[in-house]
């Protein structure tokens, strides 16, 4: 709850601090005298806009500030704050400081926060209802998450069951749209891919082919030119049966001879003679490979050059799929991936029609449940607010959840408007045309009356709730007030005194000339000073007998019913 609001410059309070206490809270005054400016403070601290007009004339800035008890156990509201840097453990202090010129500044829990982070905290910790939240019972999305926050756990299943059905039905239309789109360019691709396929099989090449080929190319292009130039050097190395000619490997030998003589003689040489003995293994080695490679001539993988090159030429027919061979067989693995995918996409074509029909039966299913919910939500509570706004002086008005079936979206396959009607005979019509200011803040009371007997809020702020009525229906409207407040804590704004006796708590707002301008104060009231208030209220001055009498019999009459709330709780 809202346990303190210090008010610096807004409006035509110059400075106020009003410490509040649970129960219900009324703040009254006389015209002019600043009692808006109490509810505006308190939209500044919950998010809303922030206008320069706000600030009193003679000043360069106003300033708000709120310090809110939170729930032990933790709340949406500290965790909101502590996600922004802030600090909130049993308290969070918002401020909101308004400068004549330049930009608005909002802090939470000591920490400079967006805006945002204040319409966060406040949706967690007040519920307003002023003229201005009034226009939220006239849209339509309002109204429907007004009855969704009705429903309670089993409408939060039916819509969690709603959802997915929808997603999974969304995601299918999708895909089904997708592939029919794409069905012609798909059905080419896969003869594109089916037919490349099967050519690179046809020829089925082998990894590193290409260069093999291409080598063997060449030596069996200079087949006769290699085997003169491999005879020539071996028979220069080993000799030859026809060519009497000295061979290397004989010069060797006999230079070795020599050599192995004078270093007997001189061992310096010694290593010139291992030097020639190297040699003379080396050649024997290169003439043995060459008489290998003589022997073994023309046998290479047993290909004619004709072969070899027609190979060569299957393989480049391949050039289409990349530009080597390496190319071609990587084509070949990411084209059969693609192939299988593209076939599991005809496949799921196939099927694509029953699988639609599957998914949109479990749409209509969860929508026709959700429906159910909403309907029979809607039947009991505005049969409960029918009740309430009978005792608030609306005693043949009602309120009507109309749940039409409409094509499905995010939020239902629901139409879902909240109809009113001021009068048995009046056909019910959209509450935003046909209720006025002052029925829509009855109708508002009405419906959190009812909503406190299944959930509480901790703060609620009225604002000019009992507009248009009075007597035994104002009576009724702080009696209601009252009840709602054994719960929750309640402000509200009136000028009613048959609203303001039910108070716990009485503030009041008062204006005063210094001089230099209108300046308003806000003071608590107790005993005398309550009933004094409550007298002007009635008779508009504060010394008459009767209306003083009449005071203290509204402060006792509401005394004696909220200790029948209060037992009623206890017992």
Not at 306 to 335: H, I, K, M, N, P
Request: proline share 2%; with cysteine; aromatic share 4%.
């Amino acid at each position: 709850m809202i346990t303190s609001i210090g008010i610096e410059n807004l409006g035509v309070i110059t400075s106020a601090h009003i410490d509040l206490g649970s129960g219900l809270t009324a703040v009254t005054g006389e015209t002019g005298a600043g009692k808006t400016m109490f509810i505006t403070a308190l939209d500044l601290l919950t998010g809303a806009r922030a206008d320069a007009s706000a600030v009193r004339r003679d000043a360069d800035r106003a300033t708000v500030e709120g310090i809110f008890a939170l729930p032990e156990g933790g709340s949406a509201a500290a965790t909101r704050i502590e996600e922004a840097g802030g600090d909130a453990d049993d308290e969070a202090v918002l401020t909101r400081t308004l400068p004549r010129e330049g930009r608005a500044r909002a802090t939470a829990g000591g920490r400079t926060v967006p805006l945002g982070v204040l319409r966060d905290v406040g949706a967690d910790l007040v519920s307003m209802h002023g003229q201005s939240e009034q226009l939220t019972l006239r849209g339509q999305a309002q109204q429907r998450a007004l009855l969704d926050a009705l429903t309670g756990e089993d409408g939060a299943v039916a819509r969690q069951a709603y959802t997915e059905a929808f997603d999974a039905h969304r995601a299918l239309t999708a895909e089904h749209a997708r592939l029919e789109e794409t069905r012609s360019e798909r059905a080419a691709r896969m003869d594109f891919l089916r037919t490349a396929l099967e050519t690179i099989d046809e020829v089925r090449p082998n990894p590193g082919e290409d260069a093999e080929l291409t080598a063997l190319a060449a030596r069996l292009g200079a087949a006769e030119e290699l085997q003169q130039s491999a005879g020539r050097a071996h028979d220069l190395i080993m000799g030859s049966d026809w060519d009497d000619a000295v061979s290397a490997t004989g010069l060797v030998a006999q230079a070795t001879e020599a050599l192995g003589r004078a270093a007997t003689v001189d061992e310096s040489l010694t290593g010139v003679l291992e030097a020639l003995d190297d040699i003379a293994v080396r050649m024997a080695d290169a003439g043995a490979d060459l008489s290998s490679y003589l022997a073994g001539f023309g046998d290479d993988e047993g290909m004619s050059l004709e072969q070899t090159e027609a190979r060569r030429a299957a393989l480049g027919s391949l050039s289409a799929y990349g530009e080597d061979l390496d190319a071609v067989l990587a084509f070949e693995e990411q084209a059969g991936r693609e192939l299988l995918e593209l076939e599991n996409s005809e496949a799921s074509l196939g099927d694509m029609d029953a699988r639609l029909a599957r998914a949109a039966q479990r749409l209509e299913d969860a929508s026709q449940d959700l429906r159910a919910v909403r309907r029979a939500t809607a039947e009991a509570f505005c049969a409960e607010v029918g009740a309430e706004l009978a005792a608030l002086a609306m005693p043949h008005a009602s309120l009507e959840f109309a749940v039409a079936e409409a094509q499905p979206a995010a939020h239902g396959a629901d139409d879902v408007r909240l109809l009113f009607r001021s009068h048995t005979a009046a056909d019910p019509t959209d509450i935003g045309r046909s209720a006025s200011g002052g029925e829509l803040s009855r109708i508002m009371l009405a419906i959190e009356v009812v909503r406190a007997r299944t959930e509480t809020f901790p703060t609620f702020v009225f604002d000019e709730v009992d507009a248009g009525v009075g007597g035994a229906a104002a009576v009724e409207i702080g009696r209601r007030l009252a009840r709602l407040a054994t719960s929750s804590q309640v402000i509200v704004v009136t000028h009613l005194p048959q609203v303001a006796a039910w108070a716990d708590h009485h503030l009041v707002v008062r204006k005063t000339d210094e001089g230099t301008g209108a300046v308003s104060g806000v003071r608590e009231l107790t005993g005398e000073d309550r009933t004094e208030e409550l007298a002007r209220m009635l008779a508009g001055v504060s010394d008459s007998a009767s209306a003083r009498a009449h005071a203290e019999e509204l402060l006792q009459d509401a005394d004696a019913s909220k200790s029948g709330f209060r037992a009623e709780l206890m017992g």
